[in-house]
Every structure is written in structure tokens, then in C-alpha cells.
């Protein structure tokens, strides 16, 4: 276990360390800041990877939906953290919105659009539940517009009760999706290939070897977070010191939590489960706003400072172009590299556009 667990337990050493040597870190600059931020991040992520593994063995024993839930609200929780903490130290006002735009960026173009194309390669047409991908991206219009669009009219002098309002809508439409997803309508994320053995339901009370899985996926998501708050001390100088483009820190939390998400997803394509992959993505995408957002106006209601949401005219035309390239590329239950590389073609120009200068 300690072997298997060897990520863990560096992250636990990285931590202690870390808050031992955060003020001596910051204060000698330099060559030092810079490598520390960069083995922090890499910790982050080896620890994600746990979370995958602990999160997949979790969804084989449940079934779906409830696997990709797991993994999808995991990774969503490991994002909220690490933005939350983030957010307290930091005076960028656009890293909580720039964080869920890279999200839904990497999720439904990186994710499909690779998947698709491995997949396609080695399976041809991949089938799906068309019910999910329609369910999904119905989901994700109203809540990125509600989220993300609206806040570009809303009066300064409205902000607090529209913040409110998003608050309720959000958390109303995630309870109503997740009642959906998990009793009247579980069969639409779920895909039986024809001819196959109709999958069996786990007993859900196995005793000790869930609960451990359990109890690591925690402790790697409390470690994740542990590990954000001496990421956020040094986020700053490090920045400066490499010169990285002001939308960097946002991706980097977007990329770190859709981490176990990618590795899974890609294996799942490889195994023509393009399913679990559209789950996956979409699920993403959808839990990142309506859990996400509800926490972050919750936090400019709590400080009484606005937290700006509304997007920029770049990010709202890669937006609608993402939603409109889904929507037609997954209109008929079946996926393949053309559609994959579309997709793949706007991650590669959001890519792009971080790294171009504003």
C-alpha cells in the first residue's frame, strides 16, 4: 500500500516542507521560487492521478452514471479548492471566470476531441447514448449564459442579488440534473453495445476495500488543497519571474483538476467506451459551472467585493463556437476522428490564444 501510495505520502513530505520553507522561499526569489512552484504543480498533479485511480475503482464497483459522477465532482471539488484558496491570495479579479472558461475548453474540446480521435483510430465509428450528449449540452447552454454571458449586462449597482440569483439557479438546476441523471432518467448515460452482456450492479456494501478507496480519494483531494495554499503564496513571484501570460494561472487550475479526468477518458476511449468518455467531458463541463460558480458568488458575497464573470468577446465567440461544433458534432451517437479533430482543432486555438499577448 505505502508503494502504491508512494504519491501520497511525497505530497504529505511536500506540504510540511512547504509551510516550513514558504516565507524563506518567497524571500530569497529567484531560481528558487521558480523550481519550487514547478515541483508544487508537479506534486498537484501526481496527487490528481491518485484521485483518478481511487475514482475509477469507485466507478467500476458503482456503475454508471455514478462512476463518472464520482470522478467528475472529484476533480470539480479538487478545482473549487484549489480556486477558492487561490482567490484569497490573489488580486487577479478574472481568474475565477478565465479558470471555468479554460475548463470547459479542455474538457469538451481536449478531452472529446482527442478521445475521439484515438478512439476513432482504433474503433472506427464510436457509439453513445445521444440522450446524454443532448441532456448535456442543453445543461451547459443555460448555465454558461446565466453564468457567464448575462453577467456582461448586469449594473454594478445589481450585482449582489443577480449574484444571489445565480446562486439559487445554479444549485437548483444541479439538484434537478443530478435527481435526473441518477433515478427517472439513468438509462440516458448509459450505452449498451448490442450484443453485450447486460452489466450486473455491485453490491454496494463491500465493506473495507470502498471505504479505503474512499478514504484515500479524500485525503489526495485535502492533500491537493493543502498543497494549493503554498501554491497561491508563490503563484506571484513565479509568474513574474518566468513572465508568464496573465491567463496561465487559470489554466494551470483547470489543467491540474481535469487531470484524472483526461488519463480515464483516454483509456476509456482505447477500450471503445466512448460513453463513459462523453460523461465524463460533458459531466465536467456542467458540474465545473454549477458547482463552481455558486462557490465563487458566494465568496464575493461574503467579501462584498464583485468578482468579475462576464466574459471577454474572444472567450464568448470560442464559447458559442465549442457549444455549436458539439452540438452538431454530437448529434447522432456516434463519434469518429473527423469530428474528433474538429474539436481538437478549437483546443489547439485556445492553446494558441493563451499564449498570445492582449
Do not use: C
Not at 508503494?3 to 516565507?23: I, N, P, R, S
Not at 483531494?221 to 513565479?238: F, K
Not at 460523461?279 to 462584498?304: H, K, M, R
Not at 470560442?318 to 458539439?326: F, I, N, Q, R, Y
Request: zero cysteines; a negative charge; charged letters at 10%.
Amino acid at each position: 500500500m505505502l508503494k502504491q501510495e508512494f504519491a501520497l505520502l511525497f505530497a504529505a513530505v511536500t506540504a510540511v516542507l512547504g509551510f516550513a520553507l514558504e516565507h524563506t522561499l518567497i524571500a530569497s526569489g529567484g531560481v528558487a521560487v521558480g523550481l519550487a512552484f514547478a515541483v508544487i504543480v508537479g506534486v498537484i498533479v501526481a496527487a490528481s492521478m491518485r484521485v483518478a485511480h481511487h475514482a475509477e475503482v469507485l466507478a467500476a464497483h458503482f456503475g454508471e452514471p455514478y462512476g463518472t459522477m464520482i470522478l467528475t465532482s472529484s476533480a470539480v471539488i479538487v478545482e473549487v479548492v484549489m480556486l477558492a484558496i487561490l482567490m484569497m491570495n490573489s488580486a487577479q479579479p478574472t481568474l475565477a471566470r478565465d479558470t471555468v472558461y479554460a475548463a470547459v475548453m479542455i474538457d469538451i474540446n481536449g478531452i472529446i476531441g482527442i478521445a475521439a480521435i484515438i478512439g476513432g483510430l482504433r474503433h472506427g465509428e464510436q457509439k453513445y447514448n445521444l440522450d446524454a450528449s443532448n441532456s448535456y449540452i442543453a445543461m451547459l447552454l443555460v448555465t454558461l449564459g446565466i453564468a457567464m454571458f448575462i453577467p456582461d449586462f448586469v449594473p454594478e449597482a445589481s450585482w449582489k442579488m443577480y449574484s444571489v440569483f445565480t446562486i439559487i439557479v445554479m444549485v437548483v438546476l444541479y439538484s434537478v440534473f443530478l435527481r435526473i441523471q441518477t433515478v427517472e432518467h439513468r438509462y440516458f448515460f448509459r450505452y449498451q453495445k448490442p450484443g453485450a452482456a447486460t452489466a450486473q450492479e455491485h453490491d454496494l456494501a463491500t465493506g473495507v476495500p470502498i471505504l479505503k478507496h474512499v478514504g484515500f480519494l479524500v485525503l489526495s483531494v485535502t492533500l491537493i488543497g493543502v498543497l494549493a495554499e503554498i501554491l497561491s503564496a508563490l503563484m506571484e513571484p513565479a509568474t513574474q519571474l518566468i513572465g508568464m501570460p496573465a491567463a496561465i494561472p487559470a489554466v494551470l487550475i483547470a489543467l491540474i483538476s481535469a487531470s484524472p479526468e483526461i488519463l480515464t477518458a483516454m483509456r476509456a476511449a482505447l477500450r471503445d467506451e466512448m460513453q463513459i468518455v462523453i460523461n465524463i467531458a460533458l459531466g465536467a463541463s456542467l458540474s465545473t459551472v454549477l458547482l463552481t460558480v455558486p462557490v465563487i458568488e458566494f465568496i464575493a458575497l461574503l467579501t462584498g467585493t464583485r468578482i468579475d464573470m462576464g466574459i471577454t468577446p474572444v472567450q464568448a465567440a470560442m464559447l458559442l463556437l465549442t457549444l455549436l461544433a458539439a452540438m452538431i458534432n454530437l448529434h447522432d451517437g456516434e463519434s469518429n476522428v473527423l469530428e474528433g479533430a474538429v474539436l481538437f482543432a478549437l483546443f489547439a486555438t485556445f492553446v494558441m490564444l493563451t499564449f498570445t499577448p492582449t
